[in-house]
């Protein structure tokens, strides 16, 4: 197991914490040894080095995102930190992705700590779903770009604890200006549909300023 394997588990089982914390009523006793374990398990994070989330510059000539097939289900690897679809962030959705084609796909099952209105996922949450899709097509087209505007209908409530897929497609290029489209469904009920703007930039610029620079 390498370190970013332990990263991973580690940070799955700070998300299953959180979804259940929310999802479980604690008594007195229970909150004052939690807390105590909390805080010893906060000292021990403390007591280590400080992370970087950048890019080495040696990387940068043959860099190229990567969305795997339909069949290959793996977490998304670019970023693992990403709060959707980045396994190694305890904070994240925890999202698995592929690709059918050209259309990008997210699979996620938002716990209880995603919860807007009772039973019901909230709102923005989905939206951040959408986004990191959408940024999915950008991959499977070897595009770099960033959200420039995103519209979202909310057809129907979105569930926790129940899996939902997201899927986004490009729809049209003009120039810089890029359409891309996006739906979510639960089952076989779509809840949510998009249409966004992005704007392509130099993938070369981009990359530079995430990396670490050769002294």
Not at 16 to 23: C, I, K, S, T
Not at 156 to 161: L, M, R, V, W
Request: aromatic share 6%; no cysteine; net charge negative.
């Amino acid at each position: 197991m390498t370190n970013e394997d332990r990263r991973m588990k580690a940070a799955s089982q700070l998300r299953e914490l959180g979804h259940d914390f929310v999802a479980h009523d604690l008594s007195e006793d229970q909150f004052d040894e939690l807390s105590r374990r909390l805080g010893e398990l906060l000292l021990l994070v403390r007591s280590s080095g400080l992370r970087q989330r950048t890019l080495p510059s040696g990387v940068l000539g043959n860099f190229k995102m990567s969305v795997p097939d339909e069949g290959q289900v793996e977490r998304h690897q670019l970023f693992s930190d990403s709060i959707v679809s980045g396994g190694a962030n305890p904070m994240g959705l925890g999202g698995y992705l592929w690709r059918e084609g050209d259309v990008a796909v997210m699979e996620v099952t938002l716990g209880k700590a995603f919860e807007g209105a009772p039973g019901r996922a909230h709102g923005g949450i989905v939206a951040a779903l959408i986004d990191e899709t959408m940024g999915l097509v950008l991959a499977i087209n070897d595009l770099f770009a960033f959200t420039a505007q995103l519209n979202i209908t909310y057809v129907a409530p979105t569930p926790i604890n129940e899996p939902i897929s997201a899927r986004a497609w490009l729809k049209e290029q003009n120039g810089r200006k890029l359409s891309i489209e996006a739906r979510v469904e639960a089952g076989d009920n779509v809840i949510a549909k998009a249409s966004a703007l992005f704007i392509s930039v130099d993938p070369q610029t981009f990359l530079e300023d995430l990396a670490i620079l050769d002294q």
